[in-house]
């Protein structure tokens, strides 16, 4: 099961091109059924993981760096429309970035936060209401609720990365020792 879950998570990276040109050639349709798609199935590899008895540390690396490729496509795309404020758009990203980084130096991959977690939720419920094809019923309405749905997400995206990059109290403390004891050894 953990191999079937981290195919799901690689397969949730390559949805991310076609997404983009599904976007960049007007196929609406085509692009919101395969950011759906991509949710999924960031679903369906937890669910394979936790019933596997935990994920591999190859997937928790994996699994948030192609949420966040399946996830930037869209948001550049809908900031450069006008629709979300690129200013916006960039904490968002700058937040991915910084978090990812975070997590590479993390010898379990960093494995994601409930804050994290409802994050993405709240973030694939926006894209989805945004992309939601003008011909499609209630598109002016799903569009604006979109809207006002990214801002909750943006909110949660920045408190969560405080709740990753804070300094914890035993981090901090065991920061400090090894240069105090530097310190004394260059004096002895």
């Given at each position: 099961m953990r191999r079937l879950a981290d195919l799901l998570t690689l397969a949730r990276a390559v949805i991310g091109l076609p997404l983009l040109l599904a976007m960049g050639a007007g196929q609406e349709v085509l692009a919101w059924w395969l950011l759906l798609l991509g949710g999924l199935s960031d679903w369906a590899d937890g669910l394979l993981a936790r019933r596997a008895g935990g994920g591999s540390v190859w997937g928790a690396r994996l699994d948030p760096l192609t949420d966040k490729i399946l996830v930037s496509a869209p948001l550049l795309a809908l900031a450069a429309w006008g629709v979300l404020p690129l200013w916006a758009v960039w904490l968002l990203l700058a937040r991915e970035l910084l978090v990812s980084g975070w997590r590479a130096g993390q010898g379990s991959g960093g494995p994601a936060s409930l804050a994290g977690k409802a994050k993405t939720l709240l973030q694939f419920g926006s894209l989805l209401l945004l992309l939601w094809p003008a011909s499609w019923p209630l598109a002016g309405r799903l569009h604006q609720a979109g809207w006002w749905l990214f801002w909750p997400s943006l909110a949660l995206a920045l408190?969560?990365?405080?709740?990753?990059?804070?300094?914890?109290?035993?981090?901090?403390?065991?920061?400090?020792s090894p240069l105090t004891s530097g310190d004394s050894e260059r004096k002895a």
């Open positions: 408190s969560s990365a405080w709740g990753y990059l804070r300094p914890r109290p035993q981090e901090a403390s065991s920061a400090a």
